[in-house]
């Protein structure tokens, strides 16, 4: 056992949440629904979104549990709750009512030709209008929308803090018990039972909505990881054994990417054929493989080569939870109002990233230096240490302690 904090995760943390402007972006240029469309869309990428989709927030949720585990042994649990709630949902209310909102404006806009302006539809947006309508499809505000995972984050905590102050002693035994279990094969193969449990019981009878309610194969997956993270966050001999298998783990996630794409790319005219029908069983395994595995690498190799800590570590660690709030309303935003240049899709693409990268890190830098501001984008009060780039962590996540 540990209590050394793990500079590596810190890293982890901000490369999977900058993955996510790119993700996001992305998001515009393909097949599947989102808030707005590229007339370019097309399923060119794909295969390259579905590279982190499995796991990309499985990844994040069982950081969370890390850092809550750490966070325990350094406040007492009232203490951490209070203050995760205030993290958490100053920020989820405000960005519901002010960051939000223009994502499903322009949705609207663009979708079912809404022709008011955005007075008006505020006005509706905070009325809980559902009037919003393509066919049975209706829009639901107001909406959290990318920010679902905050306000799952938080119901997490609060359950991982009671699940604590009610185990007790007995908490640690158990991560002890899990962190010796989980050796050689057992480290790949367990954890996969769990997620390919709760995908054969629940993905089919409860899709994923974000809406917490009624979102249970979601919660049985991420709070799941949650949990193993708060369990296994001062194992310190299970991060050692992760990093030794990070070249296994690497070629399963690529091998079962490879599996996933080629059996969601077959046509649809033959998807519910028998010959096709017989391997869902088998791909829902591969699936929650791929759930699993790239978490494995991914730490894996961030153990060997990112456990040190630096100036840009402390800032970034602080700026990636304003980012994530500002980012994916960049995007929409200004994909609506690029739409009209016409430029090539490869050009768009880039300069949604490049402008969504730094127009939020200018924000974070307003936003860090005013007191009043701070809050509502999940930062701490301004200390000393804030000014030298050294804040406390942000709430999606915060920092494991010493």
Known sequence: MTTQRHYF?????????????????????VTWDWHVKSPYASTAIEPLMILSSPWRLGLLFMISGVATAFMLKKIRIGALLK???????????????????????????????????????MRLYVSGYHGFCRGDDC????????LWFVAYLWVYTMIGGLIVWLLGARFQRIADALGNLLTGWRIVVLPVIGLAAARYLLADQFPA?????????NHAQYF?????????????????????????????????WALIVCYW???EALASSPEVTQWKPLMRAVYSLCQWVPILTVCGFGHRHLNFDSAKRRYL??????????????????????????????????????????ISLGVFELVRRIAVLRPFFGLGRITSQ?????GQAPAIAATPAR
């Open 386 to 390: 804030t000014s030298a780039y050294a």
């Open 9 to 29: 995760l810190d890293w982890i943390r901000i490369f999977a949440f900058f993955v996510l402007i790119f993700y996001h972006t992305g998001m515009y240029y």
């Open 317 to 358: 660690t602080e700026a990636v939870f304003p980012v994530y709030i500002l980012h994916q309303t960049l995007i929409v935003a200004m994909a609506h109002w690029m739409k009209p240049i016409k430029l090539a899709p490869v050009t768009e693409g880039v300069f949604l990233i490049v402008l969504t990268f730094t």
């Open 265 to 267: 790319s077959i046509p």
């Open 224 to 256: 799941y990881l949650f949990a193993l993270g708060a369990l296994l966050a001062m194992q310190n001999n299970f991060w050692a054994r992760v990093e030794a298998l990070r070249w296994t783990s690497l070629a399963l996630w690529l091998a079962s």
């Open 209 to 217: 909505t974000h809406a917490l309610t009624n979102d249970w194969y």
């Open 83 to 121: 203050q995760r709630s205030w993290r958490l949902l100053v920020p989820l209310i405000f960005g519901m009512f002010v960051i939000v909102p223009p994502q499903s404006y322009f949705e609207v806009v663009e979708k079912v030709a809404y022709q008011g302006g955005y007075g008006e539809f």
């Open 139 to 146: 829009l639901s505000i107001p909406t959290w929308n990318h």
